[in-house]
């Protein structure tokens, strides 16, 4: 059974940079085709994807926050960490992170986010 | 950058109602696309991927259906527990996966 979840500070200021660890069970972060993704949502809007990192440590990030944004994993502890600098109260929201599964379907690959943890809920404010 | 699109933004429904909800993408994502369901205060639950495939352990009156830029998701007979936000989520471009801007189903 595959399980993720988002830990982190609930209270961050303005400018600061914040860390965000997802610590999973059920599967290994160096199996092929295996990634573990980052995602946020503001109170009320819609679902953003910020970040991806792969098996082979291949990582992507959104383009818009890119400079913002760094992910990394240690496959020993079965976390993946997500820092995101400068913060700023746009930035409030609940972040979660969540196993990313390739299959093939017929001839080809596919991808999805089949296990979320529940989500952390960061506030930016001074 | 792929966008998407859904619409209806929200919707009306009694119980037992047909419903579909329609995703557009800006360019040709093949069958890359996923639906997933968020009801509120709770993580998203994947329903539907490569468009078309269920989800284990998702009920049959859930399909998806499309390729190209036109993709749609139908409730064939909506339940009290279907009452929910709807996304729709591009995997074509991994570069960044976008998510539509959500369709909230509201019960009539």
Known sequence: QITLKESGPT?????????????????????????????????????????????????RYSPSLKSRLTITKDTSKNQVVLTMTNMDPVDTATYYCAHRQKVRVRYYYYYYMDVWGKGTTVTVSS | DIQMTQSPSSLSASVGDRVTITCRASQSISSYLNWYQQKPGKAPK????????????????????????DFTLTISSLQPEDFATYYCQQSYSTLRETFGQGTKLEIK
Do not use: H, M, N
């Open chain 1, 11 to 59: 209270l961050v200021k303005p400018t600061q940079t914040l860390t965000l660890t997802c610590t999973f069970s059920g599967f290994s972060l160096s199996t092929s085709g295996v990634g573990v993704g980052w995602i946020r949502q503001p109170p009320g809007k819609a679902l953003e994807w910020l970040a991806l990192i792969y098996w082979d440590d291949d990582k």
């Open chain 2, 46 to 69: 994947l329903l539907i991927y490569a468009a078309s495939s269920l989800q284990s352990g998702v009920p049959s009156r859930f399909s998806g259906s499309g390729s190209g830029t």
